[in-house]
């Protein structure tokens, strides 16, 4: 039974995305389409089987920054969270200040950062991820914090528990389906925005950086090819919080399908 639920879901997408290419194959060859213009699956996928070892490797240097952004962009989220669910004065302060950071563009975030900080080093875009990952993260957890019912607030209230006790107890249970839901919005995005960073200078080991070299030697197959593990790369850190959450929390998967 689980086995045929398995394939159940896995197949349609498999479908689906097997048509999309056969017809985008098709029209490249029925219009004789340039490469520049859009290139062929099938000549994406040559460039991709023949430089795999290099397409990895500049995933794995793209994919080791977006980890550090998430990781920092988390943590700090989660203390802006704690703080702003205890003081109402602080939810009011760090709440437009994060909304701020949201709106600032990468493009216009990365150029000032690297003057800021060594070029040659991660940092730059490290800051970039970890400023992109902090919305989401933030605005998911503290409204999970605080959105708890208030007949549970009242009986912590009744057994005169400290707000400390009410916090572990009550709010950061709460808070956990929270915390994955930003979680999975904010792995993609990390992904995607030390990808962007990558285009503005520094180590030349990246997909983005990659991607912006193919490109401008014309070689349009080859700079797909880096866009196809780009995005194997954010379905691969999207794939892996919902793993750890089904892990952590089995029983919201439960309590869904009920």
């Known amino acids: 039974m689980t086995k ?20 985008w194959q098709l029209l490249v060859i029925a219009n004789d389409i340039q490469p520049y213009l859009l290139p062929a699956p099938s000549l994406i996928a040559e460039n991709f089987t023949s430089d795999v070892s290099l397409m990895w490797a500049a995933a794995y240097y793209t994919g080791t920054t977006a980890f550090l952004g998430l990781v920092f962009g988390t943590i700090a989220a989660l203390i802006m969270s704690l703080l702003a669910q205890r003081l109402i004065v602080v939810n009011r302060l760090i709440t437009p200040l ?27 875009r490290v800051l970039v991820t970890m400023i992109i990952v902090l919305f989401p993260m933030f605005v998911n957890v503290t409204r999970g914090l605080l959105q708890v019912q208030p007949v549970q607030l009242e009986l912590m209230r009744s057994l005169n528990a400290k707000p400390r006790m009410t916090l572990r107890v009550l709010r950061i249970p709460n808070a956990i389906p929270f915390f994955f839901t930003g979680l999975k919005i904010a792995a993609p995005l990390a992904v995607i925005a030390a990808l962007v960073a990558e285009y503005f200078g520094g180590p030349q080991e990246g997909l983005g950086s990659r991607i912006a070299g193919a490109a401008a030697n014309t070689a349009y197959g080859r700079a797909w090819a880096y866009v196809v593990a780009s995005i194997i790369t954010g379905l691969i850190f999207y794939l892996i919080v919902v793993a750890l959450e089904k892990w952590t929390t089995p029983w919201t998967g439960r309590s869904r399908s009920t």
């Open 4 to 23: 045929r639920l398995s394939l159940s879901l896995i197949w349609p997408p498999v479908l689906i995305a097997a048509l999309f290419l056969g017809a």
């Open 98 to 124: 994060a909304a701020g950071l949201a709106t600032v563009p990468i493009i216009a975030l990365t150029p000032i950062l690297n003057n800021m900080f060594n070029i040659t080093s991660r940092t730059p």
